[in-house]
């Protein structure tokens, strides 16, 4: 029982150095094919596909009309926390350090609030065009699940993602 434990231990460290690397898989044909059609998107604007993709906002229903960052709020960072430590913790972690996915330190620079709420709201349609989700999906080779937050639940995560950048 012991040994199935330490085997098991083990097992997660390699995955997690393995996605560390920086290494190029070739699994890229379909970050390249997004890539492809969204360059031919743009030289045709007669097109209102992938082209229209707006990678400070993402895809879904938060912009800045709706999201308002202005002040920041402990308790809601607290409630953010208690919820990630149930729903993402197993694949992040709040330090620059990729586990399944990418470290969380420094996401709110990287990303607009409005665009990590639409994103860990609903993750799929966003991973199949996001130039930054495409990239991290090469290393990563996972696809973020749904993980079925909704809009309070979002926002407390984004409250507690802007405690780990330093939001006082
Ligand atoms: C099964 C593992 C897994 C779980 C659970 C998970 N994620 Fe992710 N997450 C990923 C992977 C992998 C990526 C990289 C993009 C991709 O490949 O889908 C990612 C990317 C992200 C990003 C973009 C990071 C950046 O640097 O741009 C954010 C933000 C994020 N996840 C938030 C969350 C939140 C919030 C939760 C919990 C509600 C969560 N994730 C749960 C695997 C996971």
Redesign the pocket.
Known sequence: MKNLKLFLIGLATITIISCGGDKKIESSTESNSAEASSASAESTSTSTSSGDYDPKRGLGKYDESNVDVSKFDATMAAEGKK??EV??T???KPTEEKL???G?KG?TT??TPYW?MN??SN?DPM?SVDP??QK??EI?L????N?G?NETEARQ?VEY?REIDGAK
């Open positions: 919820i990630a729903k993402c197993s694949c992040h399944v996915g990418p969380w996401v990287r990303q990590i994103f860990i993750p991973i930054e989700l991290q999906l990563c996972v696809r973020m699940p993980q937050l995560v993602m």
